[in-house]
């Protein structure tokens, strides 16, 4: 089989070439052997084939081995990586408008929405890894090369990952995780709404808000950008804000519409928040997008037990869907 020797990208592992595949075009990695193992690149499979959707690239077909390198065709993504688009406006064929901004932010963030809800870390979520299709303006997160399955505290993978994207406590020594991918994806997106390049050191609500000021994405991107991952939102606790900050300037009927939406929908909506605070107070950490999540909490004083409590929460795709919580006090 013969491949094109033109590059298009090269990264740390290997280079992407253009070709023909099957009749479509596609983005075909190819790895040196001595990069990968063979348990990395099945993890690496397992990753595509879980998180298949319309804003994660896909794999198109089987991955092989040809003259010592490792083949991988990926679907090939007509446009612009968003490092260009946010920082290079001279080079960039995207038009940052108000609603084009609101399409980009909510397709990368539906994107991580599902891969998280489906227990998979990226890990190195930067500018050049998402890329913005013309005409359409669907961003695609691609590179998956160091995405990792974390369940329960446990990862599939190696760290790894880019320093200028990594949340405070990944720099203090801890691994990376669903928060870390959501602080990632905040810093990127408070640039590309203030095309400027923030210093990672600064990045806190404060300087958000100093940047951003009254954008319809300030909010929400205060909450994925906390410095403590405990009180960080989630992707399933902070997409649907996303999505009502997109709307909002997509459609400017957005603010009428919320205006006139019936009483019984705002304490719906309100109920939901406090079951949510509820639920979430006293754990360790976020709630995970889907999985259950289990405290018990003793306390026993001269010999008699003088405080017990359990409290499980049960969650699926970012929604609580069970909770319970028993506790007795003397």
């Not at 959707?53 to 090939?76: A, D, Q, R």
């Not at 505290?153 to 990952?161: C, I, Q, R």
């Not at 900050?245 to 928040?273: E, F, H």
């Amino acid at each position: 089989m013969a491949y094109s020797t033109s590059t298009f990208a090269e990264g740390n592992f290997g280079k992407v070439y253009k070709r023909k595949y099957n009749d479509t075009w596609a983005a075909i990695k190819k790895v040196p052997m001595r990069y990968i193992s063979k348990k990395d690149l099945e993890r690496e499979c397992e990753v595509y084939n879980k998180a298949e959707h319309p804003n994660i690239v896909k794999l198109l077909g089987n991955i092989t081995l040809h003259e010592g390198k490792w083949i991988i065709p990926l679907e090939f993504i007509f446009g612009e990586d968003l490092e260009t688009t946010i920082f290079n406006a001279a080079k960039s064929k995207i038009q940052l408008s108000p609603s084009v901004k609101g399409t980009i932010i909510i397709g990368m963030c539906e994107g991580l929405f599902h891969m998280h809800s489906k227990d998979i870390v990226h890990q190195d979520l930067k500018p050049d890894n998402i890329m913005v299709e013309q005409n359409t303006n669907r961003a695609v997160i691609i590179d998956m090369g160091l995405a990792k399955f974390f369940r329960n505290g446990l990862s599939s993978a190696k760290d790894g990952g880019n320093d200028a994207y990594s949340t405070p406590e990944v720099h203090r020594g801890r691994q990376r995780d669903q928060r870390s991918d959501v602080w990632a994806m905040g810093k990127i997106i408070a640039e590309l709404c203030a095309r400027i390049r923030l210093d990672t050191s600064s990045v806190c609500p404060d300087k958000i808000k100093a940047v951003l000021k009254d954008q319809p994405f300030c909010h929400a991107v205060c909450r994925m950008v906390e410095a403590d991952p405990s009180i960080r939102a989630s992707m399933g606790g902070i997409i649907s804000n996303i999505r009502s900050a997109g709307g909002s300037g997509t459609n400017k009927n957005q603010a009428l519409v919320q205006s006139v939406r019936p009483k019984a929908d705002l304490t719906q909506d309100l109920m939901k928040k406090m079951l949510y605070q509820e639920a979430a107070k006293g754990l360790p950490c976020n709630l995970p997008t889907h999985g259950t999540m289990t405290m018990q909490r003793f306390e026993e004083k001269d010999g008699e037990m003088q405080t017990w409590e359990q409290k499980t929460v049960v969650t699926s795709d970012g929604k609580i869907v069970k909770y319970g919580n028993i506790k007795y006090e003397k």
